[in-house]
């Protein structure tokens, strides 16, 4: 693997202008990106400084372009978006504001279904016990809610086991 080539911070800001005109970056990217090319601490808070100043870099704007495209391209749910979004050190009132506008009830539950379904054909399970435990495992791993994946997964499939009242 061959080594990256270092950047001076002037080379690091015009690199960042670049990238920042492509796609919406959040300054934990921009640090991560810096880091990488050897740029000095100080110097990468300085170069973020300027990027936050010019608008180039804007945590909101990111916060809300992420949380509607993954819940409406990539089908994740809150508990996901927002695991995502705290490793990128965003602010957790960013965060819910942005969850609060995007994140309709109603719709995630239709695409949860739809997930399931898909899921469902596909999925080998030698009893209705093992297919429906893997559909909840895989609704928990889309970042719903339990209680949401579990009504998903009762609408899909119909109970294994009836319930015993008898302890």
Known sequence: MKPRRSKTPDEALAALMRLTARAEKCEADALRLMRGWGVAPEEAQRVLARLVRDRFIDNARYTTIFVREKLNLSGWGAYKIRTALKRKQIADELIETALR?????EKMAARLDSQLQ????????????????????????????YEMVMEAVGRLTPE???LCDDF
């Open 101 to 105: 506008e995007q994140a309709d009830p």
């Open 118 to 145: 898909r899921k469902a054909r596909t999925v080998k399970a030698k009893t209705p016990y093992d297919r429906r435990t893997k559909l909840i495992r895989y609704g928990l791993s889309l970042g719903y809610t």
């Open 160 to 162: 294994t086991e009836p």
